[in-house]
């Protein structure tokens, strides 16, 4: 039989910024948007005090007030370089692993005797903690959805968190409770179309009738039906490289010239080119798009975007500003205030199967080169040592970020200092 | 002709090893013995998701070989244990120290003359944040 773990790291952005600052163990903490428009994540104190997820940072200033809230603008690079170490981590204990998201991470863990497997887990974690500072829950599941359960369990109601929902007694006993709307897939509209069918808890979609939730939801809610009975059908996923790669970010205040738009632009499309070059792939088309506030009911609204496709797959940020200043300047309409511009590289295939093209320029090569420079001095030297002029100087389009806390894990001279 | 089948990238494997060219002359006699090039992260760090780098300010460590401004390598996987050099949490600042255990209790030493050692008391709980490993001081 398959056994999956879901680990689930708690309160992942908040627990990042308490590794490096012991002051903040019991300091409630928010963590706000791109922008520090919205709280994106909370500690549990600041659960308990009812704020909730995704509403804007501005509405809840008194209450941050009153609390003593900490509150940190998103912190991408530590969040990132920190959810790699437990993801690695977590790899020395379970050699199958899927990346589910940025704190989250399924499991096979069949190659272990079931016996153990609660302990195994609890070791788990204990490592986790001590190499990372992140604490994490467990939960350990016959199939994919009810791991997925199962961490819900560990992480609400265990003092250790971990939790093994195998056996049929837990399955019942959990099940019984638990709303439809809370298990993994279940969106709002599914959960009413199976309430109008007198199903409202996980028990009672798991014991319904496989035929008759394929009729209302389709083959997958009739996977989710059979997962549910601990008949796995979702394997771990293998990671693909991406097949897109997007770079966009609203602007610090909303903008209404072309030309630092055309800046913001070219610097979102040489990070884009960046992770393109990582992972050794080259685009063939570029997308760009730009739009107004939406939220700004008074203000007049627009929206467009435009792809344009390359002559050469490249990996070469030149080519690829260029491109995307050609599409910016035919989709850009001035007159609006602009809050977002973003750019998406298409098609991307491996840098090794390309072909010669009749009229490409035979300095492949020679530009290779020269991007690998430019990445090792900023790999070196810090992001930004060396930059296109397209991105500009001043960057007056640049997000606000007033409260992040120092990259501690992947900037030199932000280290964490000791005395 | 009917299909060009590409060698997938992730294949590619640099090989860094044989020197010389071979087509014309001798191979190189010393090719028989390249061992590869020797690596410095891999030296000092035996367990990369657990080591973090941690710049140090101040004195209080010098007879440890610690002075200001130095970079720690600090490894959160190994354990607290007598004579170490630790990254430790006291009064919510994290500090570096050496942990001397006596009686079954540690105490924190600095290194440094001018500085006395801090005496724990029973209910305090010294919380070791990760042992340091090695010192990096910069003689330029």
Request: hydrophobic fraction near 40%.
């Amino acid at each position: 039989m398959k056994v999956f773990a879901l680990v689930d790291c708690n309160n992942f952005y908040a627990s990042c910024e308490r590794v490096f600052d012991p002051r903040l163990k019991n300091r409630p903490i928010v963590v706000l948007s791109n922008n520090d428009g919205c709280i994106v994540a909370r500690s549990n104190e600041v659960k308990a005090l009812g704020i909730p997820m995704g509403v804007p940072f501005f509405e809840q200033k008194a209450l941050i007030q009153k609390h003593d809230i900490a509150v940190f603008s998103s912190n991408y690079q530590l969040y990132g370089d920190m959810s790699q170490r437990v993801m690695d981590s977590l790899r020395l204990f379970a050699p199958d692993i899927e990346v589910y998201s940025i704190d989250e991470a399924f499991l096979r863990l069949d190659h272990l005797q079931p016996r153990n497997l609660t302990e195994y887990c609890k070791t788990m974690r204990a490592k986790v903690m001590q190499w990372t500072g992140i604490p994490v829950s467990i939960g350990i599941g016959p199939s994919k959805v009810l791991a997925k359960v199962a961490n819900r369990v560990a992480k609400k109601e265990t003092d250790d968190g971990v939790f093994d929902i195998r056996s049929r007694q837990a399955q019942d006993a959990i099940l019984k409770t638990l709303d439809v709307q809370k298990l993994w897939g279940v969106a709002w509209r599914w959960a009413e179309r199976l309430r109008r069918i007198g199903i409202t808890t996980a028990s009672e979609l798991r014991d319904a009738s496989p035929p008759i939730i394929r009729k209302q939801l389709s083959v997958v809610g009739e996977r989710l039906v059979r997962e549910l009975r601990g008949h796995s059908c979702i394997d771990l996923e293998d990671i693909q490289p991406r097949k897109n790669i997007m770079s966009s970010k609203s602007f610090g205040n909303l903008l209404t010239q072309k030309a630092p738009m055309a800046e913001a632009l070219a610097n979102y499309a040489a990070r884009a080119c960046e992770k393109l070059r990582q992972q050794n792939s080259r685009a063939q088309a570029v997308y760009v798009f730009v739009q107004t506030n939406g939220f700004r009911e008074t203000d007049a609204q627009y929206s467009n975007g435009l792809t344009c496709t390359l002559t050469v797959p490249t990996s070469d940020t030149r080519l690829i500003i260029e491109a995307a200043r050609f599409c910016l300047n035919r989709i850009y309409k001035p007159g609006y205030r602009y809050k977002k511009t973003g750019v998406m590289l298409l098609d991307l295939i491996p840098a090794a199967l390309e072909q010669k093209h009749l009229f490409a320029d035979s300095d492949q090569h020679s530009n290779d080169h020269l991007m690998a420079t430019v990445d090792r001095i900023n790999r070196d030297h810090g992001p930004d040592t060396v930059f296109f002029g397209a991105e500009g100087i001043t960057r007056q389009w640049k997000m606000r970020c007033g409260s992040r806390s120092p990259r501690y894990t992947t900037q030199w001279n932000e280290l964490l200092r000791v005395s | 002709m009917t299909a060009i089948i590409p060698t997938a990238p992730e294949n590619a494997c640099p090989l860094p090893l044989a020197s010389c060219r071979v087509e014309a002359g001798f191979p190189s006699p010393a090719d028989d013995y390249m061992e590869g090039s020797l690596d410095l992260n891999e030296h000092v760090i035996k367990h990369p998701s657990a080591t973090y780098f941690v710049k140090a300010s101040g004195d209080s460590m010098t007879g440890a070989g610690i002075f200001d401004g130095d970079l720690l390598i600090v490894d959160r996987s190994l354990e607290p244990a007598h004579g170490r050099v630790a990254i430790v949490e006291l009064d919510g600042q994290l500090t570096v120290k050496r942990l001397l255990k006596s009686q079954g209790r540690f105490s924190l030493h600095s290194e440094n003359a001018s500085t006395p050692p801090i005496e724990l008391q029973e209910e305090t709980e010294v919380v070791v944040w990760g042992v340091v490993t090695h010192v990096l001081h910069n003689l330029l």
